[in-house]
Each structure stands twice: as structure tokens, then as C-alpha cells.
């Protein structure tokens, strides 16, 4: 093969390497920049709640399926906030099936497992409204959801009340605290986002 054959092969490929690039490029610059401005809605809406890293820790996952909606960046974070529920009563189930816990640890346990089930139906009842307001108009569906989240948050906080006092084991109220401060935590900022929604349709 001569030189000239070469050269016009290795110039063949290359138009074809950028052709190949010009198509694809495109897409791909969009799929990128509709990512990156997903991402930046979810920060910005995030830095108006109580604690926006770990809002924003939470959600920015699922910025592709969020993309720039109020409503599902609201319906996502009562879903992390519930899988985390969930989570969260299943531990103290088990804990509180514990070997040698104080009378006083009993009873706190035992009044988070009954909390944590109620915050759990609140959050699953929440997040059934959001999706299918069943007729109702959206004042009436949105204040049924703010005042079952906010009932949520409030189960959370009695729950964290009762491992209070020195009297509680150090390990065992340590664990619990964090557990529940993370939820409570969320369960803030998810209210949070569900009242800037509403905002928006005030």
C-alpha cells in the first residue's frame, strides 16, 4: 500500500471519528447540561431548608427523575424520608426485643416503636395524597399533607425526648438519638419542600 493510499485512509477514519463525534456530541452536551441544571434546582431548593447538605446529600441522586419539578422533588423526599422510616422502626423493633434493658429503656423503646409506626402510615398517607388527591382541590390536598408530615416530625422529636436523662444506657441512647435525629432531620427538610410547593400555588 503507498503513501498516498495511507494518508487517504487515515484521513477516511478521522472524518469518520469526527462525524461520529458531531452526531453524538449534541445529546450528549444536552443529557449533560439537563443534569447539571437538575443538580443546581435541587442545591437551590435545598439552601431553603432547615439542613440543606443533607437535603441535598438525600435528593441529588435522583435528579435525573426530579429534573426541575417542585412536586417531585417534594414527593421524592417524603420517599427517602419514609424508606427511612421504615428503617428506622425496624431497628427499635429489634432493639426493643433487647436483653437487660432498663425498665425506663423499655418503656422509651417501646413508646418509639409505636411513634415510629404512626410517622411510617403518616408518611405512606402523604405520599398517597401527592401522587392521587382523590378529587380533592389542592388547598385541601396540601394541608392534609403538611399536617400529616408535621405530625411525623413531632412523633420523631417525643421519641428522641424519651432517651433523654442520664439514667438511659450510653450506647443504647446514642444510637437510638442519632437514628432518630437523622430522620427527624429529614422529615424537616421534606416539609420544608412541600411548603415551598404549596407556595407556588398560593
Known sequence: MGEASKD???ATI???LVAIATCTSPSSALRDLASGTSTEFIRTSCNKTTYPLLCFRSLSSFAAAIQTSPKLLASTALDVTLENACSASAMMANLSRSQGLKPREAAAMQDCVELLSDTVDELRRS????KDPKGHDFEM???DV???????LTNEDTCSDGF???EMNGKVKTAVRARIVTLSH????????INAYASLHG
Not at 186 to 193: E, F, K, Q, R, W
Open 186 to 193: 429529614l422529615t424537616s427538610n421534606a416539609l420544608a419542600l
Open 127 to 130: 405520599i398517597a395524597e401527592m
Open 8 to 10: 487517504m485512509n487515515f
Open 14 to 16: 478521522l472524518l469518520f
Open 164 to 166: 433523654a436523662g442520664k
Open 141 to 143: 390536598m396540601i394541608s
Open 146 to 152: 403538611q399536617t400529616w408530615v408535621s405530625a411525623a
